[in-house]
């Protein structure tokens, strides 16, 4: 048996993601038209054997409650939320609640982060894994020389695929090879994460008794010890061991990050669909409904009207109101927005029960990557009639009567 275990963070991880974080857990907030989350666990249906799927994070039980239980009854495997009391690091999350883990006896485990984008090929990765014979298996992609050192990177035997040197986020280029955060292991690893622990209460009691500092040198000095990280404190020593290997993905990966990034990926999930679930895209076929150009998600209780046009890579959440002639393209519009008469929305976040008026522009210039290259409005904006916004960032409740370019309005 397998199971599988996705870290979904806590409340403080997501602040580069507000203000979308403001009013919904990170791993929550729609792509493509369904939580974050979601498409890692849906990735897990493909996993043979699989007898359960668990959350662990620190975010408040509650606001996982509702999706926990829908999901588990829509894939028929249990999918559990266990929380922290306190971040424990990605390994020592995982360690914290290995006695649940191991409840079914699984023979592999696999760790996966929420905030990764990619097609997860977990049963290949699995298939590797029993071939190579180590204790853990990690998904890796090659990026841009200059992009690498966002990310852990790494070298691997190109014969064997074993992972010979691991830096995480390394200040001098080390190899453009990167760490996906999607993971495989044998239960072994507890042993190893239990190994860094006892390793640094020895060393926290030896430098008690003999007050000598310059005993530990690295930087995890003054972390607790049950605080373990999975990169820094079990990759980097244990890499050229023997003990872990790679699979490299040839498919896409990006990571979620900020919301800008949330855009990005919300069209690769629906350029998926394609392939995975072609009837969640909205066809636009039929004389009554809009016209829809490329990959579009609408939800079936939206309201779009027939002159509007819409696509590509636009998501279109609960009770929205699409109205006449309005054009949207590259967008996530969520949860009961209104978006009026002839109003244009292009490259954008509308938040929840956010209203944009007729003839109105909400737009950007779409650089993913820049601090104001997609325009965000926060919950309950109101855009009035015939107002520009460009290039800006809108935090909740405000009312726009005036046109506002490149600005971050608080
Ligand atoms: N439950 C829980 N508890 N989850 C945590 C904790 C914790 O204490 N700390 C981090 N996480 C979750 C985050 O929400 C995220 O999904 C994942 O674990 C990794 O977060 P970080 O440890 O902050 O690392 P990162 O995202 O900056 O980088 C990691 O992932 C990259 C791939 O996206 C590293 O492993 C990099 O090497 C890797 O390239």
């Not at 662990?56 to 939320?81: C, H, K, T």
């Not at 914290?96 to 990619?118: G, K, Q, T, Y």
């Amino acid at each position: 048996r397998v199971v599988a275990v996705i870290m979904v963070g806590g409340p403080t991880k997501g602040t580069r993601f507000r203000p979308l974080s403001l009013n919904i857990p990170k791993p929550l907030f729609p792509l493509a038209g369904q939580p974050m989350v979601h498409h890692p666990i849906s990735a897990c249906k493909k996993i043979p054997n699989l007898a359960q799927i668990f959350l662990i994070g620190f975010y408040d039980e509650r606001e996982f409650a509702l999706y926990v239980s829908s999901i588990s009854n829509e894939l028929r495997v249990p999918v559990r939320y266990l929380r922290e009391d306190k971040p424990h690091g990605s390994a020592g999350g995982l360690y914290n609640f290995r006695d649940l883990i191991m409840e079914d006896s699984p023979s592999h485990i696999f760790l996966l982060n929420c905030d990764v984008c990619c097609s997860f090929p977990l049963p290949e990765m699995l298939e590797s894994h029993r071939r190579y014979g180590g204790m853990g298996t990690i998904l890796v992609i090659k990026v841009s020389a200059e992009s690498a050192n966002q990310f852990g990177e790494l070298v691997a035997d190109p014969a064997t695929n074993e992972l010979l040197h691991y830096t995480e986020k390394p200040e001098t280029f080390v190899s453009d090879r990167i760490n996906c955060g999607v993971y495989i292991f044998t239960p072994d690893i507890f042993t190893a994460i239990q190994g860094v622990s006892t390793q640094r209460k020895d060393r926290a009691n030896l430098r008690r008794l003999s007050s000598f500092d310059a005993l530990d040198s690295t930087t995890s000095r003054n972390l607790p010890t049950d605080f373990v990280r999975l990169d820094q404190d079990i990759l980097s020593p244990l890499a050229g061991k023997k003990q872990f290997y790679t699979y490299e993905t040839m498919d896409f990966w990006e990571q979620i990050k900020t919301p800008g990034m949330s855009l990005k990926c919300s069209a690769l999930y629906l350029a998926q669909f394609r392939f995975t679930s072609p009837n969640l895209l909205a066809s636009g076929d039929g004389t009554k409904s809009a016209a829809i150009s490329g990959d579009v998600y609408i939800h079936p209780s939206a309201k779009v009207h027939p002159t509007a046009k819409i696509g590509p890579n636009v998501s279109i959440s609960a009770n929205a109101r699409i109205g006449a002639g309005a054009r949207l393209i590259s967008c996530i519009i969520l949860d009961d927005v209104e978006i009026k008469e002839n109003a244009v929305v292009i490259h954008a976040i509308v938040g929840w029960k956010s209203s944009i008026g007729r003839w109105s522009r909400v737009q950007a210039s779409g650089d993913y990557n820049a601090k104001l290259g997609i325009t965000i409005l926060g919950e309950a904006v109101s855009v009035e009639d015939e107002v520009v916004v460009v290039n800006s960032i809108v935090l909740p409740n405000k009312t726009l009567n005036v046109s506002v370019q490149e600005e971050i309005i608080l």
